[in-house]
C-alpha cells in the first residue's frame, strides 16, 4: 500500500515540473494540436455589362382601330401587342451586369413585298433615360445612335430605360404590310471588357391602310341653251366662252394620297326638268387622248352613260382608265343629243365618277 501512495506522489511531482516548465519557459508540444496555418485568398471581379433583356416588343406602328379608309400620312406610335404591354415603348434592361451602361440603337429602311420601302429616318425615337423627361425625339439612321445623351447618356445597373418609337408614313405610301429591323447595342461607360447586341429582326411592323380620294375639277358639266332637232341635235359641253372646262373636258383628278392602284368608271342619272326627262343615255363621254392646238379632242372613242341604277360596265371603258395610278389626271369629254320635241326647260341630272381596287366589280 505505501509503495502505492509512492508512486501517486512521484506522478504528481512529475505533472507539477511539466505544467511550471511550460508556464516559465513557453514551451510547446509539437502535435499536441491541430495544425491551423492561415494564408491569404484574393479574387478580381471584372466589370461587365451583362445580357440585354427586351421586354414589349415587336414594335407594331399599326392602330388596330384603324380602319381601310383611314388617311394613313401621319405619325403613328407603337402601339400595344397584348393587353399587359404598356402602349407607346420597349422596355430595356440588363441581366447580371455590374457597370454603368450606355444603349444605342439603329435600324433598317422597312420594306413590302413589292420592294418598297418606308425609310429609317421615317421612324423617331426618345427614351425616359434614368426616370428623367422624355428626351427630344431623334431619328433612326442605319448607324447607331445613342439612345440618351448629355447628363443621361450612361444608365446605372439597377434601372433600366423606357424606349419610345413613332413611325411617319407618307401620303400615297402604297397599301400593303412593311417590315423592318431593329438593333439594340450596349457598352459600359467604365470598366468594364465587353458589349452586348440585341437583334431584332423584322421587328418593325406596319400595316397602311388602304386609301382613295379624288374629286372632278373643271365641272359642273354643262351644255348651254340648245334646240331639238329631227331626228336629234348634238352638242358638246361649253362654258360659253370657248374655254376649257364645263365638260369640255371635265378633270377626275386621282389624289396624290391615293395608295392602292385603281379603275375608274362612269354612270349617271337621267336629266329632269318638271316631270319632263332626258335619258342618261343621250349623254356621251370620251377620253380623248389627243387635243390640237385648240384643246379640241382630235381622236374620238366614246360611250353613252349607264343609268345609274343600272349596273356599270365588267371592266373600265378605257384603258387608262385601268390600273390608274395616285396623282393622275383623267380628261373626260362631254356631249349631249337632243331629240326633236323635247319639251323646253333647264335639265339637271349627275354624272358619278367611281373609283374602285383594280379588278373589283363595281356591280
Known sequence: MKKIQKILILFLFILTGFSLAFKYFDLKLVGAQEGLVPTTANVTVLGSVGQLKVVFFPINFTDYLSTEGD???????????TPTDPSGFIKVSILGG?????????GSDLSDTGNRKIPVNNI???????????????????????????????????NSTDVYFYLYVPDGQYNNTYTGNLWLYINASSGANDNNTWIGLNNFTVKVRRYMEWQWTWTPISFGSTAPANPYAYYNATCGTGGRGCGWPANASIGFATNIYTDFYINGTDLASGGDTILANNITYSNATQVDSNFYPTNW??????????????????????????NTNILTWWNISIIGG????????NVVGRLYDVGQNPS
Open 71 to 81: 388617311r394613313p400620312a401621319k405619325t403613328w406610335p407603337k402601339y400595344n401587342n
Open 98 to 106: 455590374n457597370v454603368p451602361w450606355q444603349l444605342y440603337v439603329n
Open 124 to 158: 423617331s425615337f426618345s427614351s425616359n433615360c434614368n426616370g428623367t423627361k422624355l428626351a427630344s425625339n431623334d431619328t433612326l439612321s442605319y448607324s447607331l445612335k445613342p439612345v440618351c445623351t448629355g447628363s443621361s447618356n450612361s444608365i446605372s445597373k439597377l
Open 301 to 326: 372613242n366614246y360611250f353613252h352613260v349607264l343609268n345609274y341604277n343600272r349596273p356599270s360596265s365588267p371592266i373600265p371603258d378605257f384603258a387608262n382608265w385601268r390600273n390608274v395610278t395616285n
Open 342 to 349: 323635247q319639251p323646253g326647260g333647264i335639265y339637271t341630272g
